[in-house]
């Protein structure tokens, strides 16, 4: 994996076409958690922390409530 993108809290990583978030969970333990997102989406999340907290509070809803989540 190459990494494309990275800060104090967050590392965006590309391999073979798919990206990666790899991010601190903020636990008290800080727990290391990898989401993959689409390019679109790691291009976004570089923009600002702002956005890069958006896109992986959205897939974090994704996980939780699934893809139509915002449909309800």
Do not use: C, P
Not at 1 to 18: A, C, P, R, S, V
Not at 27 to 47: F, L, S, Y
Request: hydrophobic share 30%.
């Amino acid at each position: 994996m190459k990494t494309i993108y990275k800060n104090d809290w967050l590392e965006i990583l590309e391999h073979e076409g798919t990206y990666t978030i790899r991010y601190d969970s903020g636990d008290i333990g800080g727990k290391i958690r990898e989401t993959e997102v689409t390019e679109e989406e790691a291009m976004r999340a570089q923009e600002s922390d702002n956005a890069a907290y958006w896109v992986i509070i959205h897939h974090q809803n994704i996980e939780e409530f699934g893809e139509d989540y915002m449909n309800r």
